[in-house]
């Protein structure tokens, strides 16, 4: 199979077969007479098992390891298990701070629903958002304010 027959095989994207070739996951073999690269059964499966994990939200380097240990003959499944439980657990904390984000916005809403608009000043942009109105402040610690900055 080439790299376009694989992609669609496998229902993915060619430069998805190149990047996982690249990266030396999946090897093809050459055809001499052309030079194109072929890909077999091994290549198939091994992307089968680096998408199926990428769904799981395996990064390339767990993927990586797992890769190393069974090219090896050993068994991956302890490692994947330890991965998937530390993958819940995150998930879990991400998910709590969104539930607690959630509440803090409904609260937000209800509370600024009434609140009057103003206009910009030098040190002001929006009252609403820095705060500022009447002297109340908004309750927003320091480490909900970074939270913010996930999304690069």
Known sequence: ????ELANAMNTTPDTVRYYTKIKFITPSKNPD???????????????????????????TEIKSILIESDKGHTACPMV?????QHLNETEKQFQAALLLREKLKNVIN??????DKAPTGH?????????FEGETLNISSSDANQGDNHE
Not at 1 to 4: C, G, L, P, Q
Not at 35 to 60: D, H, M, P, T, W
């Open 1 to 4: 199979m080439r790299v376009t």
């Open 34 to 60: 052309n030079g194109y690269k072929n890909y077999g059964e091994s290549a198939q499966n091994r992307l089968k098992f680096i998408l199926s994990a990428r769904q799981l939200n395996f990064s390339v």
């Open 81 to 85: 298990r330890d991965i998937i439980v």
């Open 111 to 116: 509370e600024w629903q009434n609140k009057p």
């Open 124 to 132: 002001m942009i929006c009252h609403l958002i820095e705060g500022e």
